[in-house]
DNA sequence: GCGACAG
DNA sequence: ATCTTGTCGC
């Protein structure tokens, strides 16, 4: 049984000037270089919402590596404390998340949550928040951009193109490729052809060529990688998931 | 000053 | 995110 410190409530509830100054003091302690030990299994992480909003819906998937078989699946809700605000979204969506997490049976060795890692405007989207916290691999796996800018994405599934960005004063050099006055924060990914492409970026203790890896090893027929797919459906729908291992290539 | 803005 | 019907395409 893992176990994980309580969240409490004034350490996430907090007003929008102190959830940013704590951003800025917690990003400089993400990991961007790979310190991923073997993985044997791959977790997917997503909120849902309820009642208009009233109560937070977190899903969770637990899935065995390099079958994809599902391993366990866990929904935790509970009353939603904070409004979603660009930027903050880790402070809605968190505490609920670690409430999914503290039911798993042990951990998992990489967790792909949906949302930004480093993608972020002070570098600490959701996926690098959350793998500080419970001090775990984490790849961001957003559905859209929240900052930078990107070229054209190649039509092909599997490739690529940077997602890049202003270079912030408090940005530490190792951050990514650095090219005058931008950095590399992600990636673009066309996951699949025809679909609006996904925007990968390192979490924590992952590096955004290994996050890409993940990912592009995980993706089965549709837009979203099986962990993030699998989550997304138990987040919002309702019931649970039945999956009999990974899809044909 | 005017947009943009993860889920 | 969520509210919502049918519809186009592989």
């Known amino acids: 049984m893992p176990d994980l410190p309580t969240p409490a409530l004034h350490e996430w509830n907090l007003m929008p000037e102190a959830a940013i100054a704590l951003q800025k003091r917690l990003a400089p302690k993400i990991q961007r270089e790979d310190r991923l030990g073997e993985v044997s299994t791959i977790a997917g992480m997503d909120i849902g919402f309820e009642d208009g909003g009233e109560i937070t819906r977190a899903a969770l998937i637990l899935l065995e590596w390099p079958s994809l078989t599902l391993v366990e699946q866990i929904v935790h809700r ?12 880790s ?13 798993l049976s ?11 890692g480093i993608a972020h405007p002070r570098r600490l989207g959701i996926a690098s928040h959350l793998g500080l ?6 790849i961001g796996v957003g559905k859209s951009r929240l900052c930078g800018r990107f070229g054209d994405v190649p039509e092909e ?6 997602l890049t960005d202003r270079r912030r004063p408090e940005d530490p050099a190792d951050i990514g490729i650095v090219e005058g006055d931008r950095v590399t ?8 052809e025809n679909v609006k492409p996904l925007f990968i970026s390192g979490g924590h203790r992952v590096s955004l060529e ?3 890896d993940w990912v592009t090893a995980c993706l089965g027929k549709t837009k979203l990688p099986e ?3 699998l989550a997304d459906r138990l987040a919002s729908r309702r019931g649970e998931v039945r999956e009999s291992g990974r899809l044909p290539l």
């Open 106 to 116: 042990r951990w998992p060795d990489l967790i792909m949550i949906d949302g930004q």
């Open 185 to 192: 924060i992600g990636a673009v990914l066309r996951s699949r």
């Open 157 to 162: 599934k599997g490739h690529w193109t940077p």
């Open 210 to 212: 290994t996050a890409v």
């Open 133 to 138: 916290w419970l001090d775990l691999p984490t």
């Open 227 to 229: 962990p993030t797919r």
């Open 91 to 103: 402070f809605r969506e968190i505490p609920a998340a670690l409430g999914a997490f503290s039911r």
């Open 78 to 89: 509970e009353p939603t404390r904070m409004p979603y605000v660009p930027g903050l979204l």
